[in-house]
């Protein structure tokens, strides 16, 4: 069973720069498409990041600029290095799996199968 692990988050401070990491083990694939979501309390869980086979991106247009998703096919491994922090991205942050999608990957938390357990990213001083 393919299992998504997060890691990388904690306490910034604003303009400051974080890198999470997500390992993807068990049956995976270079196939794979790999999203970066993220829930604030009290908020739905919104899109963030994305990344298909062929290694095209997409993000969510209030972090274009600030954020940027990248894979390591050998280590199974998909990176989200955010810089310019701004207290309004404190939020738990779930990486997710995806074998189906074709095409320009999805931010719809819909098209994802397998979850992470998320980690916790807060942007204070």
């Known amino acids: 069973q393919l299992q998504v692990v997060e890691s990388g988050g904690g306490l910034v401070q604003p303009g400051g720069s974080l890198r999470l990491s997500c390992v993807a083990s068990?049956?995976?694939?270079?196939?794979?498409?790999i999203g970066w979501f993220r829930q604030s309390p009290g908020k739905e869980r919104e899109g963030v990041s994305c990344i298909n086979r062929s290694g095209s991106t997409g993000y969510v247009d209030f972090v274009k600029g600030r954020f940027t998703i990248s894979r390591d096919n050998a280590k199974n491994t998909v990176y989200l290095q955010r810089d310019s922090l701004k207290p309004e991205d404190t939020a738990v942050y779930y990486c997710?799996?995806?074998?189906?999608?074709?095409?320009?990957?999805?931010?719809?938390?819909?098209?994802?199968?397998?979850w992470g357990q998320g980690t916790q990213v807060t942007v204070s001083s």
């Open positions: 997710a799996v995806d074998r189906n999608q074709i095409g320009q990957c999805s931010l719809s938390r819909l098209a994802y199968e397998y």
């Open positions: 068990g049956f995976t694939s270079n196939r794979d498409v």
